[in-house]
């Protein structure tokens, strides 16, 4: 069954300590993968779209890297306002491509 | 930017009411989306649709419809609401694969 898996569910780190949270998946064809944050009571927010193993984005303080069974989303020197949760997102060649595959998220706290 | 807009934030409906969630796009964009957001079992899709007037089921249908009679629009319908449709109600749009969200509806059904 296709899936997509994220690991930790939670998180919690001190202002400036740097980590990685990580998506993997299983899918026959990965069409794109996705990296969304959210806030509280808000919609999730696009981050990145990664395409092939090897491949890798940055934006301030985070970078998303893939590889063909996981991705990481590497948090460099975080503070208080990364705290979020993070989903991932697997789009497969297969599958109609409008559906995504979502996992269920990392809770980050950034505690100051 | 990007605006999607929805139009409650917060909503309590009694089961068995007609409920309509309303979602608004500015950017013209063909696809829409409607999901619903559940601790521990996270963003699964309800209906899209990819044009006016067209739509397609997602993977939890059941109890749900559709209408988008303006590209811009995408309403979605709980014909009879039943409690277990309590949920945080998120629309979003797209051009390419990238999704622009709503600040979604959160919805109790008593």
């Known amino acids: 069954e296709d899936q997509v898996t994220q690991s930790p569910e939670a998180l919690r780190l001190q202002e400036g300590e740097s980590s990685s949270l990580n998506c993997s998946y299983t899918?026959?064809?990965?069409?794109?993968l996705f990296w969304y944050r959210q806030d509280p009571g808000k919609g999730p927010e696009f981050l990145f779209t990664l395409y092939s193993a090897g491949e890798e984005k940055e934006k301030e303080r985070l970078k998303a890297t893939l590889t063909k069974k996981e991705s990481f989303l590497h948090i460099t020197a975080p503070k208080p306002e990364d705290s979020a949760t993070y989903l991932c997102a697997v789009q497969e060649i297969a599958g109609n491509n409008r559906k995504l595959i979502w996992g269920l998220g990392t809770s980050l706290a950034v505690n100051p | 930017d990007v605006k999607v807009t929805q139009s409650s934030r917060y909503l309590v409906k009694r089961t068995g009411e007609k409920v309509f969630l309303e979602c608004v796009q500015d950017?013209?964009?063909?696809?829409m989306f409607w999901y619903r957001q559940d601790p521990g079992l996270g963003l699964r899709l309800i209906y899209f649709?990819?044009?006016?007037?067209?739509?397609e089921k997602g993977d939890i249908p059941e109890g749900y419809s559709v209408s988008r009679e303006k590209k811009e629009r995408f309403s979605l319908i709980l014909e009879s609401a039943s409690t277990n449709q309590t949920s945080m109600y998120l629309c979003a749009s797209s051009l390419g694969r990238r999704k622009y969200f709503g600040p979604g509806t959160r919805l109790l059904v008593l």
């Open positions: 649709s990819y044009d006016v007037k067209m739509k």
């Open positions: 950017m013209d964009h063909e696809n």
């Open positions: 899918v026959s064809g990965l069409r794109g």
